[in-house]
């Protein structure tokens, strides 16, 4: 009986995956959550979270500087942004079929802003 609901218990650990991305600002750029008028110029940044064991590699969450990310795309400021989490078809069917042991998650930052140069960005 003992044996039993040990196994349970294992598995049911093995199914629940505790993965978990921060975003966050470093304060290397300015940014507005609502719109200003002179942000016009949209940037659009994908990028991907991997984890494995469950989520506990690597220790349970990812980082990711929005300021960062912006800066590399250009950005001189952002305003009105975005933050967009998801699995694709594909990133689900990974998860399942390998029991939690590889978990990707993806993201999409939005932002209107001020670039270096003219053009509309989708950096990924």
């Not at 995956?17 to 940014?31: Q, R």
């Not at 110029?41 to 064991?53: C, I, L, P, R």
């Amino acid at each position: 009986m003992k044996m039993k609901i040990s196994i349970q218990l294992l598995l049911l650990l093995f199914t629940i995956s505790c993965t978990t991305v921060h975003f966050k600002s470093s304060g290397k750029l300015d940014l507005y959550a609502g719109g200003k008028s002179d942000h016009v110029k949209k940037v659009v940044v994908k990028g991907k979270s991997e984890f494995y064991f469950y989520g506990v590699i690597p220790s349970k969450h990812h980082t990711i500087y929005i300021d960062q990310v912006l800066l590399n795309a250009g950005m001189k400021s952002a305003a009105n942004i975005s933050i967009f989490e998801y699995q694709t078809k594909a990133d689900m069917w990974m998860s399942f079929f390998s029991m939690g042991f590889y978990i990707p998650t993806r993201y999409k930052i939005w932002a209107y802003g001020t670039l270096d140069d003219d053009e509309e960005k989708i950096v990924r």
